[in-house]
């Protein structure tokens, strides 16, 4: 029998053996549960994310950076060849209609005026020769006094110092003319926008020196992806913002598609009209321009949703007991981490989005992440 002196001993061990009891029913309790749970999901499916796409209406947005410029740009020429001694005007300057962009030496084509002067002056003395020995010719032969010989070379010689005046003031004309190449002049106003000489500089006729952005409409002109125009908008209104000034918008329509696709950018250039050009709209000027879609449904999901079937696109369906299978869709748009959908899903329906490349028609896995699609 325990003496008093055993006591303590004995509540110890009464309270450990109590205290392994409660741990060994915790424990019970605890196997239990992850029986339960373990018997809640089959053993050895594939885990996979799914999601239940919803119908949205969307706006396809396909902003794009373009420039502003001239819808008329003009190649300014001299009409002549020769030497530049003087330049008027700089890139970015503003030029009227008539101002006078750069000189030539006018000296040999002053030379050849002053030829041309002296031509014609002879041509009228030889002409007035020609008219006194017709007169007298003519008179001759009124009376007899002369043949039907002279009077005929009295005719042919008169014609023919007419014909040498006619032709001498021809000449004189165009040298007068060409005088005037060497001033090189504008006929509209506008901005010189790029220059290729300098004084001292030979240049030849029609040679460009100047290109001018005339006065007058405004273009924004845009280098858009081929592919965006396989599905252009029925729309050809286009809205354009200053890139710089958010606040600067003005609205253009289509007017003109280049024939040529860029071989290394795959782009083709758009020019679009700008019906009231804004005054901050400067030539050069960056802008972003967007059309205007008509809204359509489609479903959405994400990209890791899609897969392949015979070369197609395709996703894979869950039934209610989660069992996959491979359904071919229509493709929309591919859109910033989603694609865009017209045919191939229903409402209600829901798609793997994660672990596609591991699946197979028929197969049952179990769903890891529920929920709705973007």
């Given at each position: 029998?325990?003496?008093?002196?055993?006591?303590?001993?004995?509540?110890?061990?009464?309270?450990?053996?109590?205290?392994?009891?409660?741990?060994?029913?915790?424990?019970?309790?605890?196997?239990a549960n992850g029986a339960v749970r373990a018997a809640d999901q089959p053993t050895g499916l594939l885990r996979v994310a799914a999601?239940?796409?919803?119908?949205?209406?969307?706006?396809?947005?396909?902003?794009?950076?373009?420039?502003?410029?001239?819808?008329?740009?003009?190649?300014?020429?001299?009409?002549?060849?020769?030497?530049?001694?003087?330049?008027?005007?700089?890139?970015?300057?503003?030029?009227?209609?008539?101002?006078?962009?750069?000189?030539?030496?006018?000296?040999?084509?002053?030379?050849?005026?002053?030829?041309?002067?002296?031509?014609?002056?002879?041509?009228?003395?030889?002409?007035?020769?020609?008219?006194?020995?017709?007169?007298?010719?003519?008179?001759?032969?009124?009376?007899?006094?002369?043949?039907?010989?002279?009077?005929?070379?009295?005719?042919?010689?008169?014609?023919?110092?007419?014909?040498?005046?006619?032709?001498?003031?021809?000449?004189?004309?165009?040298?007068?003319?060409?005088?005037?190449?060497?001033?090189?002049?504008?006929?509209?106003?506008?901005?010189?926008?790029?220059?290729?000489?300098?004084?001292?500089?030979?240049?030849?006729?029609?040679?460009?020196?100047?290109?001018?952005?005339?006065?007058?409409?405004?273009?924004?002109?845009?280098?858009?992806?081929?592919?965006?125009?396989?599905?252009?908008?029925?729309?050809?209104?286009?809205?354009?913002?200053?890139?710089?000034?958010?606040?600067?918008?003005?609205?253009?329509?289509?007017?003109?598609?280049?024939?040529?696709?860029?071989?290394t950018t795959g782009t083709v250039t758009v020019k679009i009209g700008i019906e009231q050009t804004p005054p901050g709209m400067t030539?050069?000027?960056?802008?972003?321009?967007?059309a205007r879609w008509e809204s359509s449904p489609a479903f959405v999901i994400p990209w890791s949703a899609m897969f392949s079937a015979?070369?197609?696109?395709?996703?894979?369906?869950?039934?209610?007991?989660?069992?996959?299978?491979?359904?071919?869709?229509?493709?929309?748009?591919?859109?910033?981490?989603?694609?865009?959908?017209?045919?191939?899903?229903?409402?209600?329906?829901?798609?793997?989005?994660?672990?596609?490349?591991?699946?197979?028609?028929?197969?049952?896995?179990?769903?890891?992440?529920?929920?709705?699609?973007?």
């Amino acid at each position: 029998m325990p003496t008093n002196d055993d006591e303590p001993h004995v509540l110890a061990m009464r309270r450990g053996a109590s205290l392994k009891v409660c741990m060994a029913s915790v424990a019970l309790a605890l196997l239990a549960n992850g029986a339960v749970r373990a018997a809640d999901q089959p053993t050895g499916l594939l885990r996979v994310a799914a999601a239940m796409p919803r119908r949205q209406y969307l706006v396809p947005d396909l902003p794009l950076t373009g420039t502003i410029q001239a819808r008329v740009l003009s190649n300014v020429a001299f009409q002549t060849s020769g030497r530049v001694t003087r330049r008027n005007v700089e890139v970015g300057q503003h030029v009227n209609a008539g101002d006078i962009l750069a000189l030539l030496d006018p000296t040999e084509l002053q030379a050849d005026l002053v030829s041309a002067e002296a031509a014609l002056n002879s041509a009228n003395a030889q002409l007035t020769e020609a008219q006194k020995n017709f007169d007298r010719q003519q008179s001759l032969l009124s009376s007899g006094s002369t043949t039907r010989e002279r009077f005929d070379q009295a005719v042919a010689a008169l014609r023919t110092g007419e014909a040498q005046v006619n032709s001498a003031q021809a000449a004189l004309n165009t040298a007068r003319e060409r005088l005037t190449y060497s001033e090189l002049t504008v006929g509209r106003g506008g901005v010189i926008v790029s220059r290729t000489i300098e004084v001292g500089q030979v240049v030849q006729s029609g040679q460009t020196v100047f290109a001018l952005a005339e006065d007058g409409p405004r273009d924004a002109v845009f280098q858009v992806p081929e592919v965006a125009l396989t599905k252009p908008p029925n729309d050809r209104t286009v809205d354009i913002t200053l890139q710089s000034m958010p606040g600067v918008t003005a609205v253009g329509s289509v007017r003109e598609i280049s024939p040529i696709l860029d071989q290394t950018t795959g782009t083709v250039t758009v020019k679009i009209g700008i019906e009231q050009t804004p005054p901050g709209m400067t030539l050069g000027s960056a802008v972003i321009g967007r059309a205007r879609w008509e809204s359509s449904p489609a479903f959405v999901i994400p990209w890791s949703a899609m897969f392949s079937a015979n070369g197609k696109p395709a996703v894979w369906v869950l039934d209610a007991v989660n069992t996959v299978s491979l359904r071919e869709v229509v493709v929309k748009d591919y859109l910033t981490g989603v694609v865009a959908l017209t045919d191939g899903l229903k409402e209600g329906e829901r798609v793997v989005t994660s672990g596609v490349q591991l699946l197979y028609p028929g197969q049952q896995v179990v769903v890891a992440v529920d929920g709705a699609a973007p």
